[in-house]
C-alpha cells in the first residue's frame, strides 16, 4: 500500500497541473455536525432512502475512518439481494448455446439465458446499492486528495464487502476480488463517479462469478488449457464467436494475479472467465470501448485507407494502362488480332508448317524454291497481279540428244521481246544455219516444220518470217524461205574448226529485238553485235515450239516480252535478277502439260497422214501415171560393126547433097561400136572443108563422149603393116559432153622429126554457158561441126544455128594450138584476120588425105591408108571413150555450109518420125522461153494439170518421161525442153523489190479508200502537196464529182503543219476530162491520212529501174494476193501514183474500184478484173476505156493466186492473173507514154480493201509466158505456206503487251526481296584431308561400278562434298558483312533459287578478278552452318511491317529449319486517339498519385517529428530508468525500420509512378511517330526499287543489296528496339500487377495471397535449394547419358525444357514406351524417366503444395483470430463513413489516436475522459470524443 501510495502521489503531482479545479463539496467543510462513522452506521443500520441520501451528502468517509477494518466493523450483514427470474431453458429450445450448455452441464437448473439478460439481470441486482455505494464512495476518500486511489477502492470494497456482495466471502476469494479492483482502475485515480463505476463492476462480476462457479469446477481446474477455457467462453457466448486469443488472454490475466496457490490460481481463473465475460458482452463497459480491439481497427483502417485508395489507384491505372496498350500498335487486341492473321496469312502461304520435315540441304533448297515462288503472291508487282507473259522454257541444265517440244506460249507479240539462255555445245562442226536454242516452226508437218516462224540459234544467229517471207528466192545460207540474220561471232580456228568458249563451259546468250535491230550480247550484257533487221520480226499462228537441238546443253531458256538493257543482262548475269520485287521467277513452261501431248499425238497423225497421201496417194498416182499412161520404153543399142552410110541427093532445108550417117532416131553407148568405111564418105568439095550436121538428146554430163571420129592406120616404114595405136591415128575427131564441144584436127604437114603433127582444136565450152543452154537430154539439139582449112578460122561449131563468129558463142569459145599443147585463146581476145599470128596456126586436114603422114607415104601406101581408113560412130579410135546418146538427122555435107543455111537447117530439117513432116525444131528440138507455155487446160487420165506434174517431178525426176501427154503439154512444168543456144532468158536489166516481207492490208471503217505507201525518199505530205499542185480543171467534171475545190491548189506553205495542210487540201482530187471514172483518182488528203508508216517501201533503185524500164520500153510488177476475209469478192484493187500526183495506174474491177465501207472491207461482186493505164499530160492523163481484162474468180481466204500487170516491150498492156493473160494496146499505134525517169516513175501505192499481198517484184522487162509459167510453178507451194502473220505488222506495231491484272487482295505484301543469309564454318584442313580422299574414293568406285560401259555418266558428280578449303573471307564471288553485328554471306534468295547458273567477279591467285560461274545448287553446302531467310512484308489496313525469318541450321548432321515473325506497327486514327486519351488519364492519375504519395510522405515527416518530441515529453519512469545505452539501441532499431518503410514509401510511391510517367511518355511519342517510322521505310524501299541507275560491273542489285541490308537492318533495329520497349512495358504492367497484389495487404482478408507466401518464404527458399540441386543434376545427367540418342535432349537447355515440362503435366514426352522411338524400351532411359518421375511428382511437387498449404493455414488462422476485420466491401463502406465524419467532426488523425491509445493508456476500456486527457494533441472537446465513441461503439467488436 505504501508503495502504490507513492506512485498515486506521484502520477496525482504530476497531473494537477492539467486538470482541472474540481470545486469544494458544501458537505466537506472543517466541522462536521455529524460524525461519519454515525452517519455511516445509521445508513446501514436503517437502510432506507433518506438514509443513503442523508450518508452520501456527509463528509468524506476517508478522514475519519484509519483504516479498514474500522469500515468493515461498522458494516451490518446484508439481506435479501433482489435477483431477476432467469428464462426458463427448456429440453425443447433449440437455441445453440442451450445445447451446448445442456451438453456442457453449464446450464444452472435446465435454465439458460442469453448473455446480454445475464448482464442486464446483474445490473439489476447491483441497482438497489446504488446509494450505499455513492455513499461509501463519498466517504472512501481517506487522504483527502481530492481523488480517489485504488487502495482507497479496495478499503471500500473491504468495508463494505459483506453490504455489497450480499454474503460472507472467504480471505481467498476476497483477496482475489480485490486484484480486479486493480485489474478495472488500471492503476490510475479517478473521480467519484469513475469510481463509482468501477465498484458496480466488481459487484457484478462476482454476482457472475457466483452464477457460474458451481458448474465451472465441472470442467476447469486450477491447470486449464486455454483450449479448455476457449470451451467455457464458447458455451457463455452464445453464437457469438470467441478466439483462442481471448482464452490465452484469460490465463494470461490469472498468470498476472499473484496467487499463492492452486485454490487462488482456480478462483482467479473463474474470476478472469466472468471478467472476460462482464467486459466482452454487448453492452461491454457501459460507455466504453476494448483499447487493443479499437487499436487494432484503428491500425486496420489506418493501413486499409491509404492501401485502399492505393489499391483502387493502381487498379484503375491497371485496367487503362491495359485499355490504352488495347489500343496501341503493340498490344492492341486490333493489332494482336491482325499479327495473329499475318502469321496465319504467312504460314498457309509459304507452308511454315511443313518447315519441320526439312531435315537435309537439298530440301531446304527445294524449299527456298517453293518460297520464292509462293511469296511472290505477296508481291502486287508479280506476274499474279501483272501477267508479264515472262516465261521460263527450260529452267535446270540439260543437255538435248534432240529438239524437244514445249508447250505453246501464249504472248502478245509486238515484235520487240529478249530470248536468254545458258549455251553449252558438245560439238565444233556446226552448220551455217547453226543449232536452234529456242524455236517457233511454221507447222507440225514435215515440210512446215523446218521453217521457221522465228528461230534464236547458236553461233548468234536469228532466222525469222517463214510465214510471210517476202523473197522470191529461199535463203541461200539457210536453204529455207526465211530471214537470216546473224553476228559476227567469231572464234579462233584450230584445225579447220572454231574453238567457241562455249564448247565445254555455259556462257549466258542474250538476243534482245526491236523492230529494226538485233542485239546479240553475251555474259553480263557485252554486245558482241548489233545488226539491222531486213524487216521487222512478226509472229505467225503456229503453236509449234521447240527447244534445243543435238549438241546442245542449255539452262533458264527465257523469253522475256520486251528488250532487256545491257544492265537488266547483267542483273541477271550476276544472279541479282531484275525487278526483284515483281516475282523474278518467270512462269514455266510446262513439258507435261496435256497441250504438249496432243500437240505431239496431232504431229504424229499428221505425219501419218501425210505420209500416206504423199506416199499412198501422190507415189501412187505418180507410178500409176508412169506406168500407164506411156510407160518408159528401154532404148534398143545400135550396134552397127560395118555402118552403111547413104548418099541423099538433096537436103530439104538448104537442097545440097549429102550423105546420111544417121537418119531416124538411133539410141548408142558404151556397149555399142559402129564403124563406117573411111572411104564411104565422099571427096572434098572445092571448097576444101567438109560440114556435119546431127541432131543429139543427150545430158552432157553423163553421154560425153566422140560423136565421129576419121581415123587412119599408120604404115611405118612405107610398109603395108597397118598400125592402129589409138590417137595417133585420127584425122579429125568431133567430140561433145562433159565440159565443152570440140574439134580436134591433125596438122597437114610433118614436124622437123618427120612425124605428124597435131593440128589446132576448136573448143566451145558449153558448160561455162547460161546454165539452160546446156545439153540436158530433154530435148534434140542441133549441132554443126565445119573444117574450112583454107578459111582465117579453118573450123566452126554451130549450136542450134548459132555458129562460132557470134558473140554469144564466141564467149565461150577457145582455140588452142597442136592438140591443145600450146596456148589457147578465146575468140573473143582474138581480132578478125590475126588469127593465125596469134596461134601459129598449121592448117588443119580436112581429111585423111590432107594430114601430113598421109602426104608422106608412097601413092600405093596413101592408097591403102584411105582404103582401110574408118569412120569411127560415137567414139573415138581404138573404140575409145564412147558416147551415149540420141542422134538422128546425121548429115556429112562435103562441102560447107554458110550460117545462113546453117540457120536454115537447124529451123527446118524434118522430123523423120512425124506423120506431119514438121521439123525436129518444132517437134522435138529446143525451144526458145517465148514459145514454151504450158496448156493450162491439160489434164492427164488421172485429172493431173501441169502444177501437179512440177510438184511431183520434185519427188520423181522422172514423172514426165514416162508421160509424153505431160511432156507435150507442160513443157514448163515437166522442164521437158531445153533452151536453144543463144535464147535470151527473160533476166531484167534490173528488178526492185517493194517491201521485204508479205504485207497484210485490212480495211478501216474511217478509210474508204484502203491503205496508201510512200517511197521513203518522200513524205505524204509532199505527195499530197503534188497532187493538189498538178490537179487538173474540168468545170463540169468538177461539178458532177461535187467537189468544192477543183483543180491546182498550192499547199506546199503548210507543209510542216499537218492539220492547216489537210485543212488546205480539202477535198481536192484529180477528175478525168470526160466519163464518170471518178473513182481512178485518189483524194489528194487521203495520202496523208491512208498512209501507213509500215508499208513504205525502199525506192533508192528506183532510178536505176526506170532507166532500165524506158531502155527496154516495158515494166512489170507481180505479186500473189489472198483474200483476208471468207467473202468472194474480185480482189486486188490497186492505184499507183507517179510523179504528177494523179492514179497513172489502175487494177481492179472492171467497171469501178468499190470504196470500203464502215460494215466491211469493199467487196466487187463482178467477175472482171481489169487494168487501166492512164495516158501523158499531152491528153489529160486521160483513162481509155478499153482496158485489158479478163473473167476472174472471187477471191476468198486460203486461196493463193498469182498477179503480173505491166506494159510489154511491144506496147502493150498486159495483165496475168494466175493462168489467165490478157494483153491490149490501150493507146493506139503510138503506144503507151513515155515512163517518167528516176524516183518519179513510182510515188504511192493505194491498196484498197482487205488483202494479203507478197513483196512486189518490179522489172524493168515482162517476162516471156515460160518465165511466168516457172514463177508461179516455182512459188506456188512457198506461197501457200505463207499464212501471214498473226497480227498484222500495223496492230503489231500498235500492241501492247497485255497485262492481265488482277486485283491484289491479299492483305500482306511483299515490300522488299527476300534475303538469305548463311554463316560458314571454317574447316579444320588438315584434320579433315583424310575424311574428303576418302569420300572421292567411294564416288570414284560409285563412278567405276555404275557408269561402267555401255553406261555413260557425263554429268555425275559428288553433291554436297567439295574440297576442304577456307573461303577467305568471299564465298559465290561476294565478301562477308555485317548484318545483327555479325558476319554473313548474303544473297538475294530469287539469285539462289531461281537461277541454275550465275556468273560473278572472283579473285583469283593472281589477285586478278575474273568471271566465275557459279551453280545456285552448291550455294548451300556442308559447310554452311545457320542462317536464315528473311522477308519483309506491309499489312496494308492495320500499315504494319512484318519481319519474316526462316532459321535454318546445319549441325549435329541433320538440318533444323524454324520461323519467327516480328512485326513493326503503327497505330492512326481512332486507335491511335484512343491509346493518346487513355495514356493522357494515366498521366494525370499518375501525376495524382505521385502528389499525394508526396503529400502522405510530408505528413509522415512531420508526424515523426511531432512524434519524437511527443515521446521525449511522455517518457515513463520506466523508460527513465533504462541506461541511455539501451534508448540510443532502441531509437538507432527504430531509425531503421523508419529509413526501410520511407525508402520502400519512395519507391512504390514516388519512383514507381515516375517510372510510369516515364514508361507512357516514351509510348505517346512512340506510337505518334510509328506511323512515319514505317511510311520512311516504305518510302526508302520504293526509292530502291525506281531507282536504277548503276554502271557497276557488280550489277545495279547486287550494289543495291547493301542498301537493302541497311533497311533489313534498321527494320531490325526497330523492331527490337520496339521489343525492349515493350519489354519496358510488360515489366511495367507486372510490376504495376504486382504492386496491385501487394496493395491487396492493406486489408487482412485481401492480404491471402501476399501473407502466405511470406509465411512459407523461408520453406520455399530452403527447399527450392534442395529442389534445383536435384533438377540440375537430372538435368546434366540426361544430357550426357541420352543427349546423342534423343533429339529432344540433344543440349543441356532441350533436357531442362523436357524435365521441366515432364514436371508440370507428367508423363508429357518422357514415356516409358514411346511409338515414336524405336529405341524408347532402352533400359537405362526407361530407369532414368521413372526415377525422374518419382522425385519429381511424389517428392518436389508434394514438398511444394505442402509449403503453401502449411503457409495457407497458418494465415488463415491468424484470420481466423481477428476479429476487427470485416469483409472488405463492408471495411470499405466504414472507411468512408470514418473518413466523412473525420472531416465532419475534426477528428485527429489516426496516427496521433494510436500512439495517444499505446503509449498513454493502460486500461482494457477506454473511456471518452481517457480519450480527453491530451486535450493539446487528440481530441479537442467532448463532442468529438462521443463522435468517435459513438462510431466505434457501433462495431459489436469494441
Known amino acids: 500500500n505504501n508503495f502504490v501510495m507513492l506512485g498515486h502521489s506521484a502520477r496525482r503531482h504530476s497531473r494537477q497541473q492539467d486538470r482541472p479545479e474540481r470545486p469544494a463539496s458544501p458537505a466537506m467543510s472543517s466541522t462536521y455536525p455529524q460524525s461519519a462513522s454515525d452517519l455511516v452506521r445509521e445508513s446501514v443500520q436503517t437502510p432506507t432512502p433518506e438514509n443513503y441520501k442523508k450518508a452520501s451528502s456527509g463528509a468524506d468517509i476517508g478522514h475519519d475512518v484509519k483504516n479498514i477494518y474500522q469500515i468493515r466493523a461498522l458494516l451490518p450483514q446484508r439481506q435479501g439481494i433482489h435477483a431477476k427470474t432467469p428464462l426458463p431453458c427448456t429440453h425443447g429450445t433449440t437455441h445453440p448455446a442451450c445445447i451446448l450448455l445442456r451438453q456442457r452441464a453449464l446450464c444452472c437448473s435446465e435454465v439458460c439465458s442469453s448473455r446480454h439478460n445475464i448482464v442486464q439481470e446483474m445490473h439489476e441486482q447491483v441497482a438497489p ?59 490510475t485515480v479517478g473521480y467519484p463517479d ?24 465441472e470442467v476447469l481446474s486450477a491447470h486449464s488449457t486455454p483450449r479448455e477455457v476457449l470451451t467455457v467462453m464458447r458455451a457463455l457466448n452464445e453464437s457469438k464467436k470467441v478466439s483462442l486469443a481471448e482464452a490465452k488472454w484469460v490465463t494470461d490475466k490469472v498468470d498476472s494475479l499473484e496467487c499463492r496457490s492452486t485454490e487462488e490460481e482456480f478462483l482467479a481463473l473463474k474470476l478472469c472467465i466472468a471478467y472476460w465475460y462482464m467486459t466482452d458482452s454487448e453492452d461491454g463497459s457501459k460507455g466504453s470501448l476494448i483499447r487493443e480491439r479499437l487499436i487494432q481497427r484503428i491500425s486496420l483502417e489506418k493501413k486499409f485507407g491509404p492501401g485502399c485508395i492505393r489499391l483502387v489507384n493502381m487498379l484503375v491505372l491497371l485496367f487503362l494502362i491495359l485499355g490504352g496498350m488495347n489500343a496501341s500498335s503493340s498490344w492492341g487486341g486490333t493489332y494482336r488480332t491482325d499479327q495473329r492473321g499475318i502469321k496465319e496469312n504467312l504460314e498457309m502461304k509459304l507452308e511454315l508448317d511443313a518447315l519441320s520435315s526439312i531435315t537435309s540441304l537439298e530440301e531446304l533448297h527445294d524449299y527456298m524454291k517453293k518460297f520464292s515462288k509462293q511469296s511472290a503472291v505477296l508481291s502486287p508487282l508479280s506476274q499474279n497481279y501483272f501477267g508479264s507473259q515472262t516465261w521460263t522454257v527450260q529452267d535446270a541444265k540439260k543437255s538435248f540428244s534432240n529438239s524437244e517440244h514445249v508447250t505453246p506460249l501464249e504472248v502478245d507479240f509486238t515484235g ?103 542485239k546479240f550480247m553475251v555474259n553480263g550484257g557485252e554486245v558482241i553485235d548489233i545488226v ?9 499462228l503456229s503453236q509449234v515450239f521447240t527447244v534445243g537441238a543435238k549438241g546442245l546443253t542449255l539452262a533458264a531458256v527465257r523469253y522475256f516480252p520486251w528488250q532487256l538493257s545491257e544492265l537488266e543482262v547483267l542483273e541477271i548475269f550476276r544472279g541479282g535478277s531484275q525487278n526483284m520485287l515483281s516475282n523474278v521467277e518467270t512462269a514455266p513452261v510446262s513439258k507435261e502439260d496435256l497441250v504438249l501431248e496432243k500437240l505431239d499425238q496431232q504431229a504424229a497423225f499428221t505425219r501419218r497422214m501425210n505420209d500416206a497421201l504423199k506416199d499412198g496417194t501422190d507415189r501412187a498416182a505418180i507410178q500409176t501415171a508412169s506406168a500407164v499412161l506411156s510407160p518408159i520404153k528401154t532404148p534398143v543399142p545400135l550396134n552397127s560393126p560395118n555402118h552403111t552410110i547413104t548418099r541423099r541427093q538433096s537436103d530439104p532445108s ?91 584436127t591433125k596438122s597437114s604437114t610433118l614436124d622437123s622429126k618427120g612425124k605428124q603433127q597435131d593440128g589446132p582444136i576448136l573448143r566451145v565450152l558449153d558448160n561455162q554457158g547460161e546454165e539452160n543452154w546446156r545439153y540436158q537430154g ?43 599443147s600450146g596456148e589457147c585463146k578465146s575468140l573473143m581476145e582474138m581480132e578478125p584476120g590475126k588469127m593465125q599470128s596469134y596461134l601459129n596456126l598449121t592448117r588443119p586436114a580436112a581429111s585423111c588425105q590432107d594430114t601430113g603422114i598421109v602426104q608422106s607415104y608412097s601413092q600405093p601406101v596413101q592408097q591403102e591408108a584411105l582404103r582401110q581408113s574408118r569412120l569411127y560412130l560415137n567414139r573415138r579410135p581404138m573404140n575409145d571413150f564412147p558416147m551415149k546418146a540420141w542422134q538422128m538427122n546425121t548429115k556429112y555435107f562435103n562441102r560447107v555450109l554458110t550460117p545462113k543455111e546453117v540457120k536454115d537447117l537447124f529451123s527446118n530439117d524434118p522430123n523423120p518420125e512425124d506423120t506431119q513432116n514438121r521439123s525436129i525444131k518444132a517437134t522435138a528440138g529446143c525451144t526458145s522461153p517465148y514459145e514454151v507455155a504450158d496448156d493450162r487446160n491439160f489434164r492427164d487420165t488421172f485429172g493431173n494439170d501441169c502444177l501437179w506434174y512440177w510438184n511431183a517431178r520434185m519427188k520423181n525426176p522422172m514423172i514426165c518421161e514416162g508421160t509424153p501427154q505431160a511432156r507435150k503439154s507442160c513443157p514448163v512444168a515437166c522442164q521437158s525442153f531445153e533452151t536453144c543456144w543463144g535464147t535470151k532468158t527473160a533476166v531484167p536489166e534490173a528488178d526492185l523489190q517493194i517491201w521485204s516481207m508479205q504485207m497484210e492490208f485490212r480495211a478501216k471503217s474511217d478509210q474508204k479508200w484502203g491503205t496508201t505507201c510512200i517511197g521513203k525518199s518522200t513524205t505524204p505530205e509532199k505527195e499530197a502537196i503534188r497532187c493538189a499542185l498538178n490537179a487538173l480543171k474540168f468545170d463540169s467534171q468538177c461539178d458532177k464529182a461535187n467537189l468544192e475545190n477543183c483543180g491546182m491548189k498550192d499547199c506546199s506553205q503548210f507543209e510542216g503543219n499537218r492539220t492547216a495542210l489537210l485543212d488546205c487540201l480539202g477535198d481536192t482530187t484529180w477528175v478525168p476530162e470526160e466519163g464518170d471514172r471518178f473513182d481512178a483518182y485518189l483524194p489528194c488528203r487521203d495520202i496523208i491520212t491512208l498512209h501507213d508508216p509500215t508499208c513504205d517501201w525502199d525506192d533508192s533503185k528506183l532510178d536505176e529501174f526506170a532507166e532500165a524500164a524506158n531502155r527496154s520500153n516495158s515494166w512489170s510488177i507481180n505479186f500473189w494476193v489472198e483474200a483476208v476475209t471468207s467473202e468472194a469478192c474480185v480482189l486486188p484493187q490497186i492505184r499507183l501514183l507517179g510523179a504528177a500526183g494523179n492514179s497513172f495506174a489502175l487494177l481492179g474491177a472492171d467497171q469501178r474500184l468499190v470504196e470500203d465501207t464502215g460494215r466491211g472491207p469493199s467487196c466487187n461482186k463482178g467477175a472482171w478484173l481489169g487494168l487501166n493505164f492512164a495516158g501523158d499530160k499531152s491528153d489529160g492523163y486521160s483513162i481509155p476505156g478499153a482496158v485489158a481484162d479478163m473473167q476472174v474468180p472471187l477471191l476468198t481466204s486460203g486461196e493463193k493466186h498469182f498477179v503480173l500487170f505491166g506494159i510489154r ?70 506461197q501457200s505456206r505463207l499464212k501471214g502473220p498473226a497480227v498484222p505488222l500495223p496492230d503489231q506495231l500498235k500492241n501492247k503487251v497485255t497485262r492481265e491484272t488482277n486485283e491484289f487482295t491479299e492483305p500482306t505484301m511483299l515490300i522488299a526481296p527476300p534475303l538469305i543469309v548463311q554463316t560458314r564454318r571454317v574447316d579444320d584442313c588438315t584434320q579433315a584431308a583424310r575424311s574428303m580422299a576418302l569420300i572421292e574414293n567411294f564416288m570414284q568406285q560409285a563412278k567405276d561400278t555404275q557408269c561402267a560401259d555401255p553406261f555413260d555418266c557425263p554429268d555425275y558428280s559428288s553433291p554436297g562434298v567439295r574440297a576442304c578449303s577456307n573461303d577467305d573471307g568471299e564465298y559465290f564471288g561476294a565478301s562477308a558483312e555485317e548484318l545483327d553485328g555479325k558476319d554473313h554471306y548474303i544473297e538475294y534468295l530469287t539469285s539462289i533459287a531461281e537461277n541454275d547458273l550465275f556468273s560473278r567477279l572472283t579473285s583469283k591467285d593472281n589477285g586478278e578478278r575474273a568471271e566465275t560461274l557459279m551453280e545456285t545448287n552448291q550455294f548451300l553446302d556442308v559447310r554452311t552452318e545457320d542462317g536464315y531467310i528473311i522477308a519483309l512484308m506491309h499489312t496494308r489496313e492495320s500499315n504494319i511491317i512484318s519481319q519474316l525469318k526462316v532459321f535454318f541450321e546445319n549441325r549435329d548432321g541433320r538440318v533444323r529449319v524454324s520461323e519467327e515473325v516480328l512485326h513493326l506497327m503503327t497505330a492512326t486514327g481512332r486507335p491511335l486517339v484512343s491509346f493518346t486519351a487513355t495514356m493522357s488519364i494515366c498521366l494525370a492519375m499518375l501525376c495524382v498519385w505521385l502528389i499525394l504519395a508526396l503529400r502522405r510522405l510530408h505528413e509522415k515527416f512531420r508526424w515523426r517529428r511531432e512524434h519524437q518530441s511527443m515521446q521525449r515529453e511522455t517518457m515513463t519512469l520506466a523508460a527513465m530508468r533504462k541506461t541511455f545505452k539501451e534508448w540510443q539501441d532502441s531509437a538507432q532499431e527504430n531509425c531503421w525500420e523508419h529509413s526501410w518503410e520511407l525508402c520502400w514509401d519512395l519507391v512504390s510511391d514516388v519512383a514507381f509512378p515516375m517510372f510510369h510517367m516515364v514508361l507512357i511518355i516514351w509510348m505517346l511519342h512512340e506510337e505518334q511517330s510509328s506511323s512515319d517510322t514505317v511510311y520512311g521505310i516504305l518510302e526508302q524501299l520504293v526509292g530502291l526499287n525506281t531507282d536504277s541507275d548503276s554502271s557497276s560491273l557488280g550489277g545495279y542489285w547486287l550494289d543495291k543489296k547493301q542498301s537493302y541490308l541497311n533497311v533489313v537492318q534498321t527494320v531490325g533495329d526497330t523492331i527490337t528496339y520496339h521489343n525492349r520497349m515493350h519489354m519496358a512495358q510488360l515489366v511495367a504492367i507486372i510490376l504495376l500487377l504486382l504492386n496491385v497484389i501487394t496493395a491487396t495487404s492493406a486489408h487482412p482478408r485481401t492480404a491471402l495471397i501476399t501473407n502466405t507466401f511470406v509465411a512459407g518464404a523461408d520453406d520455399f527458399l530452403h527447399f527450392g535449394t534442395l529442389a534445383a540441386i536435384v533438377f540440375l543434376g537430372f538435368t546434366f545427367i540426361g544430357s550426357v547419358w541420352f543427349g546423342s540418342q534423343k533429339k529432344l535432349m540433344a543440349t543441356v537447355t532441350d533436357t531442362a525444357a ?75 463502406y466504414w472507411m468512408c463513413q470514418k473518413w466523412w465524419r473525420a472531416r465532419r467532426h475534426g477528428w485527429p488523425s489516426d496516427a496521433r489516436i494510436l500512439y495517444h491509445l499505446r503509449r498513454t493508456l493502460r486500461s482494457r476500456h477506454v473511456t471518452k475522459e481517457q480519450l480527453l486527457w491530451n486535450r493539446q494533441d487528440v481530441f479537442k472537446s467532448m463532442a468529438q470524443v462521443e463522435t468517435f465513441m459513438a462510431f466505434y461503439g457501433g462495431f459489436e467488436f469494441c
Not at 463509482?196 to 457460474?212: A, G, N, T
Not at 559402129?674 to 543429139?696: K, M, Y
Not at 554469144?808 to 577457145?814: A, G, M, N, S, V
Request: charged fraction near 20%; aromatic fraction near 12%.
Open 1209 to 1278: 516491150s511491144d506496147g502493150l498492156t498486159a495483165l496475168t492473173f494466175d493462168t489467165l493473160n490478157s494483153a491490149e494496146n490501150l493507146h493506139g499505134p503510138a503506144g503507151p507514154p513515155p515512163m517518167p525517169a528516176g524516183k518519179g516513175f513510182l510515188r504511192v501505192i493505194n491498196v484498197i480493201g482487205s488483202v494479203r499481198m507478197s513483196a512486189w517484184e518490179l522489172r524493168s522487162d515482162f517476162p516471156q509466158p515460160e518465165g511466168i509459167a516457172r514463177m508461179q510453178y516455182k512459188q506456188k507451194a512457198l
Open 654 to 744: 538448104v537442097g545440097h547433097e549429102y550423105w546420111e550417117i544417121h537418119g531416124s532416131p538411133v539410141y548408142t553407148n558404151p556397149s555399142t561400136q559402129n564403124v563406117a568405111p573411111g572411104d564411104s564418105l565422099p571427096p572434098l568439095g572445092s571448097s576444101g572443108g567438109f560440114t556435119v550436121s546431127t541432131w543429139l538428146s543427150f545430158d552432157s554430163d553423163a553421154g560425153n563422149g566422140y560423136h565421129l571420129a576419121l581415123a587412119a592406120p599408120i604404115f611405118e616404114n612405107q610398109s603395108l603393116e597397118p598400125q592402129w595405136l589409138g590417137w595417133d591415128n585420127f584425122c579429125w575427131m568431133l567430140y561433145v559432153g562433159a565440159d565443152w564441144t570440140a574439134i580436134y
Open 194 to 217: 469513475e469510481v463509482i463505476d468501477k465498484i458496480r463492476f466488481i459487484l457484478m462480476l462476482w454476482r457472475v462469478y457466483r452464477r457460474f462457479a458451481d458448474k465451472w469446477d
Open 129 to 187: 446499492l446504488e446509494g450505499l455505494i455513492q455513499a461509501a464512495v463519498e466517504r472512501a476518500d481517506l487522504d483527502g486528495s481530492g481523488d480517489i486511489g485504488l487502495w482507497e477502492t479496495q478499503c471500500v470494497l473491504e468495508a463494505y464487502a459483506k453490504e455489497f456482495l450480499g454474503e460472507e466471502i472467504s480471505s481467498t476469494e476476497r483477496i482475489c476480488l480485490l486484484q480486479f479492483v486493480e485489474l478495472k482502475a488500471d492503476m
Open 532 to 540: 539491222p533487221l531486213p524487216r521487222p520480226v512478226t509472229d505467225c
Open 416 to 518: 520487240t521481246f529478249t530470248l536468254q539462255a545458258w549455251v553449252m555445245v558438245s560439238k565444233r562442226q556446226i552448220s551455217s544455219r547453226g543449232l536452234p536454242i529456242f524455236r517457233k516452226a511454221l507447222g507440225i508437218l514435215e515440210e512446215d516444220h523446218d521453217i521457221s516462224c522465228w528461230s534464236w540459234n547458236f553461233p548468234p544467229s536469228i532466222s525469222y518470217g517463214g510465214h510471210d517471207y517476202g523473197q522470191r528466192d529461199y535463203n541461200a545460207i539457210t536453204g529455207m524461205p526465211e530471214e537470216f540474220v546473224a553476228a559476227n561471232y567469231s572464234a579462233p580456228v584450230v584445225s579447220g574448226l572454231p574453238q567457241y568458249k562455249e564448247v565445254g563451259g555455259m556462257v549466258l546468250h542474250t538476243l534482245a529485238l526491236n523492230v529494226t535491230h538485233a
Open 778 to 820: 530433154k530435148s534434140y539439139r542441133h549441132i554443126v561441126y565445119q573444117i574450112d582449112p583454107d578459111n582465117e578460122l579453118p573450123f566452126r561449131i554451130c549450136i542450134d544455128g548459132v555458129c562460132t563468129g557470134s558473140p554469144d558463142i564466141d564467149r565461150y569459145t577457145k582455140v588452142c594450138e597442136r592438140g591443145g
Open 1698 to 1772: 523436357l524435365l521441366f515440362d515432364a514436371l508440370l503435366g507428367p508423363p508429357d514426352k518422357l514415356e516409358l514406351v514411346s511409338p515414336d522411338e524405336p529405341d524408347g524400351n532402352d533400359v537405362q532411359f526407361q530407369f532414368f524417366i521413372a526415377l525422374w518421375h518419382f522425385v519429381a511428382f511424389f517428392i518436389i511437387l508434394n514438398f511444394i503444395l505442402t509449403i503453401i498449404i502449411h503457409a495457407y493455414e497458418k494465415v488463415n488462422q491468424e484470420i481466423e483470430n481477428d476479429e476487427t476485420d470485416q469483409n472488405i466491401f463492408a471495411d470499405m
